[in-house]
């Protein structure tokens, strides 16, 4: 049981107490993503080993057509994990063509991205109407509901690969349960290679990664109270193919002991000590229908970049 003083914690607190206090330490990747966080994952994007954006947008802007074409319109569309939907208006431009109103529901936790998605998105397509929405997934997607008629689901950028499997799928099927037989999902997913090409996507040569990483603990420092030394953490990315996922840590390199002021906890590392933050899974094709076909959704079709690295796959609910 932990005493808390009278004042206002983080709603994440509790989550954060029990990854650090459990064995292996866990920290919960969604605190990657405040203002600094988004903007450093967009600093990523652009980064040359962080193929991922960029293969994902050459197929948007190679298939947008086609896509819209075997979606169906009209339908609003619902982007989860927007971020600042740096990939978005290829889509929303090749639907705008086909529907006199269009309608973008841009869902994230982070405001901040939601703020540049709006800012982005009015400008690429004057036509849409923009409305963002601030949500954690992990308080389910009632948002949906209340959007009216049939929609079309966006989950690009791999973020699926985030959950664990049967986590990922218990989320589809929340997501699958809000919506209506017909209504349409476009999940990007990162496809399985090679691992000299996966590890340093995650742990590129000027370090941007390692920031990002980082910058969970820093999260930690300010809004907990919390005194975790940065130069005392190692970033880690390892792929790990009988979990078909890459791996990220925030490695001790000596033994060390941290206050969580904020949280009247106290941990210790001893040297070599990991905190898994984050997973990254790649998929095959099999996989992908597997996973959607369990969720409630049929797959229908796959577009894939010219070295199928990435896949773009429309499913029905
Ligand atoms: C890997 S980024 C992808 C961003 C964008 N879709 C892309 O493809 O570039 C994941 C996004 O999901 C958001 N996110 C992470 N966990 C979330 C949660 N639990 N609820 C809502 N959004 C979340 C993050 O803020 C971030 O913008």
Redesign the pocket.
Known sequence: MISRAPIDLPVYTDEVVRGLTSRPKTLP??LL?DDRG?AL?EEI?RLPEYYL?RT?LEILQERAIEIVQAVGTPVSIVEL???TA??TGTLLRALARRQMRLKYFP????PA?LADAKKRIRGQCPNALVRPVV????DGFHFLREISGRKLVLY??S?IGNFEWNDAVAMLSRVREQLMPGDALLL?TDMVKPADILVPAYDDAQGVTATFSKNILMRLNRELGADFDLDLFRHVAEWVPSRSRMEIFLESMRPQTVALRMAHLTIRFIAGERIHTENSHKYTLEMIERMLCVSGFRLEKTWFDKREWFGLNLARA
């Not at 869902?107 to 982070?110: G, P, Y």
């Not at 949500?135 to 992990?138: G, K, L, Q, V, Y």
């Open positions: 990747c969604k993503y988004s994952f994007t954006t994902e994990g927007a971020g740096s990939k869902v994230d936790i982070s991205a949500a954690d997934f992990s690009l950028g973020s990007g």
